[in-house]
C-alpha cells in the first residue's frame, strides 16, 4: 500500500489507524486521517447527505452549515406526517428535506 487517506471517520478509529500506520510514512506511504468526529457528532449527521460538504473546497463554509441546518429542520418535518417507517420516512425525508432546502437558497 502506497496511499492511506481517510476523512470524517469516527474519532477512536482515527485514533486507532494513525497509531498502527504512522510508522509506515518514513518507509513512503503517503498516509492522512482528516476530520475525525465524534460519537455526537455522528449520531446528529449520519443520515444528513450534507455532511460531507463541511471542509470542501467548493463549497463555503457557511453554505455547508445552512444546508445540514436545513436538511435537519426539514427532515424533522417527516416525523409530524405519519411517515416513520421504512422506505416510507426515507422518501419523506428526501421530498420534504430537499424541497425545504431548495426553497431557502
Known sequence: MSMLW??????????LIKAAYKKEVPRGLDFSITKARKPEWLAENLDNPFRDWDG???ITAA???KSA???KKNAGNCKNTGWTNGHRYSECNIE???EGIYRSF
Open 96 to 98: 420534504i428535506a430537499g
Open 56 to 58: 470542501r473546497e467548493q
Open 6 to 15: 481517510m476523512t470524517s471517520l469516527p474519532a477512536d478509529a482515527g485514533k
Open 63 to 65: 453554505n455547508a452549515k
Open 69 to 71: 441546518q436545513l436538511y
